[in-house]
């Protein structure tokens, strides 16, 4: 297995290209420890290391946006989306804004008013139209960014087509493993990059995909893989079968 401390800026940037499409392509970002955990002490930022951190960044820079529950954005402490100056001229020729868009999911709007992430403009809220309308008045009030996409829950296709109206079609989804488990349970999941970290952690902490069920097994297979000499994986996986078509009804 190919070591992360033997590729290059550029071989690391090429090997995590979204592929070219004439759709939006989902890729999820996700972490987890041997025994399949998604957090430690509650965190997915407890299982990492440097070089995680090194292509988590590198992803966002790839990325036209960002995906994320907002109760996962509140936990781990998100804040709005930079992107090293190195980064930018990159971006603009790949016809990319400054910063990739944030967007936090939540269908009860609990997030609290003063989560300043909320205000900044590169950050916008996906919820449903049934979200509890004085949570609506009060994220508003605070300066927040609403984007309904369904009429009971955050429907992820629905999230998918508003995002592609907008020209975003190279999507990172950085879970929590619930909005994670819906995008797949949708079939909507063309990429997976999973670090592996040697971690056992035990106990009862969720895994990257936790919650909605799929109709069947989303079969995948691994593009490419990288290790490091502290005993982390980095794997990127792609759909085995391609995603089927958008309905035209």
Same mark, same amino acid.
């Given at each position: 297995?190919?070591? *992360? #401390? /033997?590729? !290059? &800026?550029?071989?690391?940037? +090429?090997?995590?290209?979204?592929? =070219?499409?004439?759709?939006? %392509?989902? $890729?999820?970002?996700?972490?987890?420890?041997?025994?399949?955990?998604?957090?430690?002490?509650?965190?997915?930022?407890?299982?990492?290391?440097?070089?995680?951190?090194?292509?988590?960044?590198?992803?966002?820079?790839?990325?036209?946006?960002?995906?994320?529950?907002?109760?996962?954005?509140?936990?781990?402490?998100?804040?709005?989306?930079?992107? *090293? #100056? /190195?980064? !930018? &001229?990159?971006?603009?020729? +790949?016809?990319?804004?400054?910063? =990739?868009?944030?967007?936090? %999911?939540? $269908?009860?709007?609990?997030?609290?008013?003063?989560?300043?992430?909320?205000?900044?403009?590169?950050?916008?809220?996906?919820?449903?139209?049934?979200?509890?309308?004085?949570?609506?008045?009060?994220?508003?009030?605070?300066?927040?960014?609403?984007?309904?996409?369904?009429?009971?829950?955050?429907?992820?296709?629905?999230?998918?087509?508003?995002? *592609?109206?907008?020209?975003?079609?190279?999507?990172?989804?950085?879970?929590?493993?619930?909005?994670?488990?819906?995008?797949?349970?949708?079939?909507?999941?063309?990429?997976?990059?999973?670090?592996?970290?040697?971690?056992?952690?035990?106990?009862?902490?969720?895994?990257?995909?936790?919650?909605?069920?799929?109709?069947?097994?989303?079969?995948?297979?691994?593009?490419?893989?990288?290790?490091?000499?502290?005993?982390?994986?980095?794997?990127?996986?792609?759909?085995?079968?391609?995603?089927?078509?958008?309905?035209?009804?």
């Amino acid at each position: 297995m190919q070591k *992360a #401390t /033997d590729v !290059t &800026a550029d071989q690391l940037t +090429r090997a995590y290209a979204f592929p =070219p499409s004439d759709r939006p %392509v989902i $890729r999820a970002n996700m972490i987890a420890s041997i025994d399949g955990a998604a957090t430690a002490d509650g965190k997915s930022g407890a299982l990492g290391g440097p070089d995680d951190h090194r292509i988590f960044h590198l992803q966002r820079s790839l990325a036209d946006v960002i995906v994320v529950g907002a109760q996962t954005a509140v936990n781990e402490g998100y804040h709005p989306p930079t992107v *090293a #100056t /190195d980064d !930018t &001229a990159a971006r603009s020729a +790949r016809g990319q804004s400054r910063v =990739p868009l944030l967007v936090l %999911v939540s $269908r009860s709007l609990t997030i609290p008013a003063e989560y300043t992430t909320l205000t900044d403009p590169a950050v916008v809220v996906a919820t449903c139209t049934n979200a509890p309308a004085a949570a609506r008045t009060r994220l508003v009030d605070a300066g927040a960014t609403l984007l309904d996409c369904g009429d009971d829950d955050v429907d992820p296709r629905r999230l998918l087509d508003q995002l *592609a109206e907008r020209g975003l079609t190279r999507i990172l989804c950085e879970g929590g493993p619930r909005f994670l488990a819906a995008v797949a349970a949708a079939d909507l999941l063309d990429e997976l990059a999973l670090t592996v970290s040697p971690i056992l952690t035990g106990g009862a902490a969720p895994r990257i995909s936790h919650g909605a069920e799929p109709d069947g097994p989303n079969r995948m297979r691994l593009r490419h893989q990288l290790a490091n000499d502290d005993g982390f994986q980095f794997q990127l996986w792609e759909r085995a079968v391609p995603r089927p078509p958008a309905s035209t009804d």
